[in-house]
């Protein structure tokens, strides 16, 4: 099983709204994309410090192959595209488990 996790910091004139909207449109559209097992967005916690994020999605995929045919699927697609009108920086980490 692979994990992709795509760490996202707002620009800061990004409204708790509109991160709630971008949080339930990835889970409902990108669990769509056929090869996605599961799909959670949320956001980070000041826990132990400041995180170096401000929301993470993890995306759970059954082997590489389906991996690699996700970002071309025009749902991702279209979801990528909102993210440089409100993100500063994007992070991507793929985990095997």
């Known amino acids: 099983m692979i994990r992709h996790v795509v760490m996202l910091k707002f620009k800061p004139e990004v409204s708790q709204e509109q991160r709630l909207k971008l949080r339930e449109m990835s889970v409902a559209a990108l669990g769509q994309i056929p090869g996605v097992k599961n799909v959670i967005a949320g956001q980070a916690l000041d826990i132990e410090g ?3 994020c401000d929301a993470a999605v ?3 995929f059954d082997d590489e192959a389906k991996l690699k045919a996700y970002p071309g699927h025009p749902v991702h697609k279209a979801a990528e595209a909102q993210l440089p009108a409100m993100c500063s920086d994007i992070e991507v980490l793929d985990c095997l488990y």
């Open 58 to 60: 993890f995306i759970d």
């Open 50 to 52: 400041k995180p170096p």
